[in-house]
């Protein structure tokens, strides 16, 4: 690992790496709070932190950097950001953060860090002229058009590889640990799936060229709708066939028939108002079933990154009924909620949008205790029917 200036941090989260800090930071989190990564085996805290809450502030910022230095000296080493949150103002303060755990004594390798890309940054705030900004800064700099543009969300390979770069430079590192593609799906409305389908293979092709760069270790995308609903819903995606898309772009990429993709991550919504992950069947993975998204990913070697731990702080203020009755050693229904998603079996790590550190102190006392034993949380989905 190097430090020091403006040259960036080198390495990535590894095996020895992860281990150690579970050993050391995770020492006083509970029993079965690591999630293993596939088969590399990486020690991955059970929670994470999300970055997209708060406002576009200095104050803010100040917070996020002592919230990701505190969280990695306790035990939660997976951070979750995106190139477009807070105007890129996440990004520069999870690289404060970074900086500050870095200097107490926790190493590169013990952390995995996530970047996303595909929804317009506006680095200066909101533009009032759309239409002029979107010509002088996407145009006018080569990366992207109009033809690859939904809204505020843009599927250009050249934008893509920009904001990884971007996610590189202000996090202060050389390699991230994954990169989504986000909320994708978002595209579907205006141009099916087929061209869809060649968008995404094409930014896979740039993602499998970014691993054999080394900026980054794996790829995948991040989803609100595409995984949780049915196969016949216009916004549905199937996981196998993404991972189809992956092969053909590391072949591209690769310029050989037999190389492997890189697909190793998705993040999806989940929580007790939104538990289609685990309970609709939608992918057929090619081994004799069709499964739910959380019993796919672990088929097909996918970790799972659960998203809106909280539904937006609703679930913060009230939790279901069965929830607090079952977990009721929890202060609050913030904590019952991270210990639900957290026990869930399926997911990897959870991630929780904490932007003060009195909600730190929520999710480190959860990640302090064990997980909810499997049977005990199936008896949840057998309460509510």
Not at 151 to 162: I, K, N, R, T
Not at 290 to 305: D, E, G, N, P
Request: proline share 4%.
């Amino acid at each position: 690992m190097t430090m020091g200036g403006d040259t960036p941090v080198a390495g990535y989260a590894t095996r020895r790496g992860t281990e150690e800090y579970a050993r050391t930071f995770g020492a006083r989190c509970g029993a079965g709070h690591y999630s293993e990564f596939l088969h590399l085996h990486f020690k991955l805290s059970s929670l994470g932190l999300g970055t997209f809450p708060g406002a576009a502030r200095d104050e803010v910022d100040e917070s996020y950097a002592a919230i990701v230095e505190r969280a990695l000296r306790e035990g939660i080493n997976v951070i979750d950001t995106a190139a477009h949150y807070r105007y890129g103002r996440s990004l520069r303060a999870v690289g404060e953060g970074l900086r500050r755990a870095f200097a107490a004594g926790v190493t590169r390798e013990q952390v995995f860090v996530v970047s996303k890309g595909g929804f317009l940054a506006f680095e200066d705030g909101p533009p009032e002229d759309f239409e002029a900004w979107f010509d002088s800064t996407i145009v006018g700099r080569g990366l992207g058009d109009r033809r690859d543009l939904c809204g505020v969300h843009l599927l250009s390979p050249e934008y893509l590889a920009w904001q990884l770069e971007r996610s590189l430079a202000l996090l202060g590192l050389a390699t991230l640990d994954a990169f989504l593609v986000d909320q994708p799906e978002v595209h579907l409305p205006a141009i099916g799936k087929a061209e869809l389908n060649h968008k995404l293979e094409r930014l896979f092709v740039v993602l499998e060229q970014a691993v054999a760069a080394g900026k980054i270790r794996c790829y995948g995308i991040s989803t609100f709708n595409a995984f949780r609903v049915e196969t016949d819903h216009p916004l549905f995606q199937s996981l196998p066939s993404l991972l189809g898309l992956a092969e053909k772009a590391a072949r591209t990429a690769a310029g050989d028939s037999q190389a492997r993709h890189h697909f190793r991550v998705i993040e999806v919504p989940f929580n007790q108002m939104m538990t289609e992950a685990f309970t609709r069947f939608s992918h057929a993975t090619g081994q004799g079933n069709i499964a739910s998204t959380l019993q796919a990913a672990h088929q097909l070697r996918v970790y799972v990154l659960a998203s809106h731990t909280l539904g937006k702080g609703q679930l913060a203020q009230r939790c279901a009924e069965g929830v607090h009755a079952a977990l009721p050693q929890f202060r609050n229904h913030a904590q019952r909620a991270m210990q639900f998603n957290r026990s869930t079996p399926g997911i990897g790590t959870s991630l929780v949008g904490v932007s003060t550190l009195a909600h730190l102190e929520d999710l480190l006392a959860v990640a302090r205790t064990p997980p909810m034993p499997k049977e005990a949380y199936l008896r949840l989905y057998r309460r509510a029917q």
